[in-house]
């Protein structure tokens, strides 16, 4: 997990709307923040930036911030410019020159009088022209859509209960998007929440009595249990790193428990060691989560 050294809050705590702020993982951060306003989002920013400068929350908290923009952007009235006022005195000026007598109008051409057929002729010709653009530029759209189709590919992943499922590799944006809100929707984002609280409590363990500890250490074996049972991430970058924080919460769960049946210090550090890895990890598939569906 990455760690605070030598940080300065631009702000207080409390300005930011979530409570125990600089001691929240990203996990546990980025689920809170549509529920801010924009001047709560602009101090986590600062606050942000001046301190941890965690990606996972930078990148969630500027998407925020820029549909907030966006509406402001389309709750402002549209001014009227020069531009308007200038055709607005030419059409005006127009006006008094027709109702003024003037010199008589020169006669039409020729070529329009005497072959008014050449007035229809150019227009259709130019319709049936944009006709067979259009028709090009579909089937050219229509071809692309199938190669995107055709190199989807389907990449097999082992979970850690030896099950195979099929993790989508190549995804257009909309799908990859719905794919992995459906997850994070369907219980992925709880398996996540569950074990940030099991690495924010363990993080504590120097407070901790060995009791404590040990109830803290076999919630976090039970929590990563169920998270190994539930289906994969449907991106494949986000599932290898889901995968490898796993792997590392398993690792210091077992170790946690030795340790504290031996009482073996030494044991209790690789256990803590594991556990951090694991958080790092669990990060990266927060902010790639956070990146997919903004």
Known sequence: MPTNTGTRPTKGVAALGIADYDTSTVAT???????????????VREHELAG??????????????GTFDAEEVASVPAQRDDADDYWERYRRTEAEAASKPGPAPLPEPSYFTETPTRKTALPLRGLLVSLLVLAV????????????????????????????EKVT??????????????????????????????????????????????????????????????????????????????????????LCLNGLGDNDDAVLRRSTAELTQGGRALDVVVTRIARIVA
Do not use: M, Y
């Open 169 to 254: 590799d190549v995804l257009t944006g909309g799908e990859l998007r719905a794919e992995v809100t459906d997850w994070r929707d369907d219980g992925g984002q709880a398996h996540i929440s569950a074990l940030s609280r099991d690495v924010t409590k363990l993080s504590g363990a120097g407070s901790l009595t060995a009791s404590e500890r040990e109830t803290a250490c076999n919630r976090l074996k039970n929590d990563t249990q169920d998270a190994s049972s539930f289906k994969a991430v449907p991106d494949a970058t986000a599932q290898s790193s889901w995968s490898t924080a796993l792997g590392h919460f398993k690792s210091s769960a077992k």
């Open 29 to 43: 951060i980025v689920p809170q923040l549509p529920h801010l306003s924009s001047d709560q989002l602009q101090a």
């Open 137 to 164: 530029v579909v089937t050219v759209i229509f071809a692309l859509a199938k190669n995107v189709d055709r190199f989807d590919d389907l990449v097999e992943t082992n979970d850690n209960n030896g099950t195979k």
């Open 52 to 65: 941890k400068n965690r990606a996972g929350v930078l990148n969630r908290v500027d998407a925020l911030l």
